[in-house]
């Protein structure tokens, strides 16, 4: 009896292992080019989302050659976001976005105090000196939240089997437009499932400036 004990309890990480799934999404744009800086979240359409266990985060966008650094980034609503100035020329740093407005004026070398993101949606930070300049904050408490690399794919692992929306956003879509959406079915024990998005995007706002863009 104790042995047979031992190797249920043995077994039963394993067991649980079997019942997480992958899923893997491609994101394109009209050509079938593989389309970077693309925001996905992932939510289950039974259980509601699970508050994030996470201590809260600092992340540091920096201004590097009149660019920001990074151009997308990822937080939790209660994370804070530090603005530095690496260049040699002062940054007027700012954001009039429903989610979070701000300003900074950084001299060559500052760092502002961290700003903490209390609220989810998108902030699209431009620079009041040098136009081109522009970032976005994307602030979610999804449960699964990634963004693609030059490749154009997100992959998450381990989710548990059961139907998933999955949601796209990127800066150059149409603004003021609902995140394009898909939903997918995650079974257990399977290979995992590929969605593909199809993006249709405006031109980039860091080539061709539109300050009505920034306006999320």
């Known amino acids: 009896m104790r042995k047979t004990a031992w190797l249920l309890a ?20 009209g050509h079938g080019a593989p389309v970077a800086d693309a ?4 939510v ?28 997308i980034e990822v937080f939790r609503p209660g994370d804070s976001v530090v603005f530095r100035n690496s260049d040699n020329t002062r940054h007027h740093v700012y954001s ?5 407005a701000f300003e900074f004026v950084l001299a060559p070398g500052q760092s502002s105090a961290p700003l903490v993101l209390d609220r989810s949606g998108v902030v699209a930070v431009g620079c009041n000196i040098h136009d081109r300049m522009i970032a976005y904050l994307y602030i979610s408490d999804a449960p699964w ?12 692992d381990g989710l548990p089997a059961g139907a998933y ?4 956003w990127q800066p150059r879509l149409r ?20 969605l593909t998005f199809t993006l249709s995007l405006l031109p ?5 400036f539109d300050r009505e863009h920034t306006s999320y």
């Not at 985060?57 to 920096?62: C, E, F, L, P, Y």
């Not at 009039?96 to 979070?100: D, G, H, L, M, V």
């Not at 939240?145 to 998450?156: D, K, L, M, P, Q």
């Open 175 to 194: 603004p003021n437009k609902p995140d394009l959406a898909q939903i997918a079915t995650v079974l257990a024990d399977a290979d995992p499932q590929t």
């Open 165 to 168: 929306e999955v949601r796209v």
């Open 44 to 71: 289950s359409r039974v259980a509601a989302p699970a508050a994030s266990a996470q201590p809260p985060r600092t992340r540091v966008v920096d201004q590097k050659n009149l660019t920001f650094v990074p151009y």
């Open 10 to 29: 043995l077994l039963a990480p394993l067991a649980m292992v079997g019942h997480a799934a992958g899923l893997s999404v491609r994101i394109v744009d």
């Open 39 to 42: 925001v996905v979240t992932v």
């Open 145 to 156: 939240i990634a963004h693609s690399g030059a490749e154009g794919r997100v992959s998450f």
């Open 96 to 100: 009039f976005s429903p989610a979070k």
């Open 204 to 208: 980039d706002p860091r080539t061709q």
